[in-house]
C-alpha cells in the first residue's frame, strides 16, 4: 500500500490534474494506491473569505461563491464525458445550494462559530475529490469516492481538531476490508464523535494522508507537490537553493518548526510513529526524486538545511536583583504560557543576570506587560530592569544530526556570519546538536542565510555575487576575462564569479541567479531591463542582500563615485578604477577606508593608477613594513606615454592623438588625458597611500591642451584645431632631442608637493627607455634610497586594466 496525497497546487487547473492523473495511472499500475485529494488550489482560501465577508454583512461574498461555483462545474464538463456528466453536476449543484445557504445564514446573524466556519471549509475537499473520483473511474480506475468525516474521529476543537486514533484506525481497517479498489479521499476535514464536520488544521490534507498511511501500515507516503523535495533554504531569499536528498524525521520537524512550508510536524507524527518513509514529490516533475524523511542520518553534510522565521521580537528580562534568586525562570514563562504567548527562542546568561526571548512581533507588546506585571514589585525596587524590546528580528536555524559527529559546526557558523557582518543578538542549541538558532536583524537574514548556505553547502567554492556599473570597454573586456578564466577560477581557487546587475548610463538590468557570461547581454538587451537610476540599482542590490556582494564601478563617474560610502555602509566591497572618489577631499578618502574597515567589507582600487600593474598593493605593503617613502617618479598615463613616444617617430602631434584614441588608449575626448588631471588624481592616491596629507590643490599640472582648444564643445573639431599647434609640439621635442633627451609626461611627489608635466629627460634616466603604452613608477624610500624600487608595464587599455581587478 502507498498513500499519495496531492496538493491544491497540483489540482488547480485541468492542465496540472492531467499530470495527477498520469502519475496515478502509473503508480496503480506497480502497487494498491491510496489517494488523497485537497481543494482546488485557492478554494479554500476563497471559501474563507466568503465566510468572513458574511460575518461582516458584505453581500459581495456572494459572487465570490459564483465564481468558485462555475469553476467546479467547468471543470466537470472538461474531464467528463457528457453521457456521464448528469450525475456529478447534480452533487455539485446540491453542494452548493447547501452552501449559499449556510453562508447566507452567517450574513444574516453576523456570526460565524468555529464549528459553522469548518463546515463552510469542508465543501472544498469534498467537491475536489468527488469530482475527481469520478474523472478517474471514467478513465478505467475502479475508483471509491471516500468522505473521511466518515472514518476520521476528532475532538471538539475546530479548526485544528485532534484525532482519536484508536477509533480512527478501526474506522479506517474495517472500511478498507469491505471496500475493495482505489479509495480518492477527502483531506483536511473529520467528524467528531457526535457527527459534526471538523478540520485538522494547518496542513490537514498531508496530515489526513499520513493518518491513513499509519493506520494500514502502508510502505510508503508521498506528498505530491509544486516542489521538488525539501530544499536546504528557502529559494525566495537564497537563490542557491537546492534538494535535500534525504532527512530524518527529526531533521524534518525542526526545519518544518522554522518556516520549511513542504511538510509539518503533524504530517510526520503518525508516519514516524510506525516508521513509515515520506518522499516529497514534485507534480510537475516526477521523475525528479524529491525527498525521503525517515530512517537514520545520512553521512554527507554537516547540515541538512537552514530555516527562518521573521517578524520576531526579542524581550530582554534581566536586573542584578534575579542573579541565584530561584523561579525566576518559571515566574517569567508562566507569565507568557497564561497569556498564550508562544516562545520561539530562550537564551539565558549563566551568570542569571537576563533571560533572552523570542516572541512573534504581533505579540511582544503583550508579552511585556504581563512579564512586566508579573515583575512589578521587582522593577519598583530596582532589582529588575523595565523589560527591553530589539524589534525587527529574524530567527534561523541550522539544523543537520550530523552536527553532533563533526566538531566545530557552531564554529563555522559563526564565523560565516561574522565574515559577512551579520550581527547576532542571541544563540540558543539544544543538548542534542540537531538544531542551532541565532536571532539576527530582519534586514541581515537574507545575506545570513546565503552566508550560511555558501559555509556549509558549496563551502567547495567561494562565491562572489557581482553588481556591475559601466559596460563600456572595461567592463565588457571584465565579462569576457571572468567567462574565459571561469573554469579555471571553480577548478584551481575554489572560485565562482556571479554577475547579478548590469548598468550603463543608459539602462540596467538583473538576474538572481546570474547572467551568462559567455553570452552576457548589453543591460539595453537584457531581459527585464529598465532605464539606468543608481539609486535604483543600489536599492535593488541591497534588496538582493547576498553574502560577498562586490560594487564593481568600471567608469569615471563622479555620480557612481558619490555612492561609495552607501555601498560600504550596506557592507557591500567595492572594486574600482574611478579615481574621483579617492582622489577627492582628504576626509572623504579616509572616510571611505574607515568604513570599508568598521564594516568589515573589502574597498580595493590598485586599478586606480597604473590599470594592473601592482602599484598601490607595493606601496601599501612598503608602508606595512614601516619603510618611508622619500620621493615618487612617475609615468603614469599610457596614453600620454604613447602618444609622446609615437611623437620621436617624426609624425605629427595631432595625428598621434588621433591614432591613440582610435586606438582606446585615451578617453573618448583625448583632453581628459591631455588636460593631466587624470595623472594628477593618481600621483594624489598614491601619495595619500603614502601617508601623506595630501589635497588636490597640492598637486601643480602643465595641461598638453592648448588654450584655444579647451572650450570646442566637438570632439573632432578639436581634433582639427589641434593640428594648428602641431608645430609647436615639434620644436619641443627637437629642443630636447638636441640636448640627447626625451619628452616624457610624469609626475613627481616629493616633500609634500607633487608637479605633473612634461619633462625632457637624460639617457641615464629610468623612463628614458619607456616605450608605448607603458607606465613606470619610482619609489625611493629609506631602504629603497640608492635604487629605487620600480614598477613597469602596460598602463592602458581596457584588457589589462579588466586584469587588474580579476588580480584585486
Known amino acids: 500500500m502507498k498513500v499519495l496525497k496531492f496538493g491544491g497546487s497540483s489540482v488547480a487547473n485541468l492542465e496540472n490534474i492531467e499530470k495527477v492523473f498520469e502519475i496515478i495511472r502509473q503508480a496503480e499500475q506497480e502497487a494498491e494506491i491510496t489517494v488523497v485529494f485537497s481543494a482546488l488550489g485557492g478554494v479554500t482560501e476563497i471559501l474563507l473569505s466568503c465566510a468572513t465577508m458574511a460575518t461582516n454583512g458584505q453581500a459581495a461574498y456572494a459572487e465570490y461563491l459564483k465564481g468558485v461555483e462555475e469553476r467546479h462545474y467547468a471543470l466537470v464538463h472538461a474531464l467528463i464525458p457528457i453521457q456521464q456528466q448528469s450525475a456529478v453536476l447534480t452533487y455539485v449543484k446540491v453542494r452548493f445550494n447547501e452552501l449559499e445557504d ?21 465543501f472544498g475537499e469534498r467537491l475536489s475529490a468527488f469530482i475527481l473520483a469520478e474523472a478517474l473511474r471514467v478513465r478505467g480506475l475502479d475508483t471509491h469516492y471516500v468522505d473521511a468525516r466518515e472514518l476520521i474521529r476528532t475532538d471538539a476543537n475546530f479548526g485544528n481538531a485532534k484525532v482519536d486514533f484508536p477509533q480512527t484506525n478501526d474506522l479506517i481497517l474495517a472500511y478498507y476490508d469491505q471496500h475493495p479498489g482505489l479509495k480518492v479521499i477527502t483531506g483536511f476535514i473529520a467528524s467528531t464523535a457526535q457527527g459534526a464536520t471538523s478540520t485538522l488544521g494547518r496542513s490537514g490534507s498531508d496530515y489526513t494522508a499520513a493518518i491513513f498511511a499509519s493506520a494500514l501500515q502502508a510502505e510508503e ?17 537564497v537563490y542557491s537553493a537546492f534538494t535535500i536528498p534525504q532527512l530524518t524525521y527529526l531533521e524534518a520537524m525542526e526545519l518544518s518548526h522554522f518556516g520549511a512550508k513542504v511538510i509539518f510536524p503533524s504530517t510526520m507524527q503518525p508516519a514516524m510513529k510506525k ?5 516529497i514529490k514534485n507534480t510537475f516533475a516526477p521523475a525528479h526524486p524529491g525527498t525521503l524523511i525517515g530512517g ?9 538545511g537552514i530555516s527562518s522565521i521573521s517578524n520576531v521580537s526579542l524581550l530582554n528580562v534581566q536586573g542584578s536583583g534575579l542573579i541565584h534568586v530561584v523561579g525566576v525562570s518559571r515566574r517569567v514563562f508562566g507569565a507568557l504560557a497564561d497569556a498564550k504567548i508562544n516562545i520561539i527562542l530562550i537564551s539565558q546568561a549563566s551568570s542569571e543576570h537576563s533571560i533572552c526571548i523570542a516572541v512573534r512581533e504581533p505579540e511582544v507588546n503583550m508579552a511585556k506587560q504581563v512579564i512586566e506585571h508579573e515583575f512589578l514589585y521587582e522593577i519598583q525596587n530596582g532589582e529588575m530592569d523595565p523589560v527591553q524590546i530589539l524589534s525587527n528580528m529574524s530567527v534561523l536555524a541550522a539544523v543537520g544530526e550530523n552536527m553532533k559527529q563533526n566538531p566545530g559546526a557552531a564554529g563555522r557558523m559563526f564565523q560565516a556570519l561574522g565574515r559577512n557582518n551579520v550581527n547576532i543578538y542571541a544563540i540558543a542549541q539544544g543538548s542534542s546538536e540537531l538544531n542551532i538558532s541565532a536571532v539576527v536583524a530582519k534586514s541581515d537574514l537574507q545575506k545570513a542565510l546565503n552566508a ?6 558549496l563551502s567547495d567554492q567561494k562565491v562572489l555575487h557581482v553588481f556591475l556599473v559601466g559596460m563600456g570597454l572595461i567592463g565588457k573586456a ?4 571572468i567567462a574565459a578564466q571561469r573554469e579555471k577560477l571553480g577548478r584551481d581557487h575554489a572560485l565562482d564569479i556571479q554577475i547579478h546587475g548590469i548598468a550603463n548610463s543608459r539602462y540596467m538590468a538583473f538576474h538572481e541567479d546570474g547572467f551568462d557570461l559567455h553570452h552576457c547581454p548589453l543591460p539595453e538587451e537584457a ?4 532605464p539606468m537610476d543608481l539609486e535604483a540599482f543600489i536599492r535593488q542590490m541591497e534588496e538582493m542582500n547576498f553574502s560577498n556582494a562586490v560594487f564593481v564601478d568600471c567608469g569615471e563617474s563622479q555620480e557612481v563615485a558619490d555612492v561609495y560610502t552607501r555601498v560600504l555602509e550596506a557592507k557591500v566591497g567595492i572594486v574600482t578604477p574611478n579615481k574621483k572618489a579617492n582622489s577627492a577631499s582628504l576626509d572623504a578618502y579616509r572616510e571611505l577606508k574607515r568604513l570599508a574597515k568598521k564594516r568589515g567589507v573589502k574597498f580595493l582600487y590598485e586599478t586606480n593608477v597604473a590599470a594592473g600593474l601592482p602599484v598601490i598593493n607595493t606601496l601599501q605593503d612598503l608602508m606595512l613594513s614601516g619603510d618611508r617613502v622619500l620621493k615618487i617618479e612617475a609615468v603614469l598615463s599610457g596614453s600620454m606615454n604613447y602618444i609622446f613616444s609615437e611623437l620621436e617617430r617624426g609624425a605629427p602631434f595631432s595625428e598621434v592623438v588621433r591614432q591613440a584614441k582610435a586606438l582606446g588608449y585615451t578617453e573618448p575626448d583625448p583632453r581628459d588625458d591631455l588636460s593631466g588631471m587624470d595623472v594628477g588624481r593618481k600621483i594624489l592616491i598614491l601619495g595619500r597611500e603614502a601617508e601623506q596629507d595630501l589635497e588636490f590643490s597640492d598637486v601643480s599640472i602643465e595641461s598638453m591642451v592648448p588654450e584655444d582648444c579647451v572650450d570646442i564643445v566637438d570632439v573632432e573639431a578639436f581634433l582639427r584645431q589641434l593640428e594648428q599647434h602641431d608645430a609647436r609640439f615639434r620644436e619641443r621635442l627637437e629642443a630636447a632631442e638636441a640636448e640627447g633627451k626625451k619628452l616624457r609626461f610624469m609626475a613627481t611627489l616629493e616633500h609634500g608637493k607633487a608637479q605633473v608635466g612634461l619633462q625632457a629627460l637624460p639617457a641615464t634616466h629610468p623612463f628614458y627607455s619607456l616605450k608605448g603604452s607603458d607606465n613606470m613608477i619610482l619609489f625611493t624610500t629609506e631602504r629603497y634610497h640608492d635604487f629605487p624600487m620600480i614598477v613597469r608595464g602596460p598602463g592602458a587599455g581596457a584588457d589589462v586594466t579588466a586584469a587588474g581587478f580579476l588580480l584585486m
Open 102 to 122: 449556510l453562508c447566507h445564514g452567517v450574513y444574516l446573524i453576523r456570526e460565524c462559530s468555529p464549528k459553522t466556519l469548518d463546515y463552510i471549509l469542508s
Open 527 to 530: 531581459e527585464g531591463a529598465v
Open 478 to 481: 571584465l565579462v569576457k576575462m
Open 221 to 237: 507516503l508521498q506528498i505530491w507537490t509544486d516542489v521538488s523535495g525539501v530544499l536546504t533554504a528557502d529559494p525566495k531569499l
Open 275 to 279: 516508521g513509515i518513509p515520506i518522499y
Open 296 to 304: 537514520e542520518p545520512v553521512n554527507g553534510k554537516i547540515l541538512k
Open 452 to 457: 550560511l548556505h555558501e559555509a556549509f553547502f
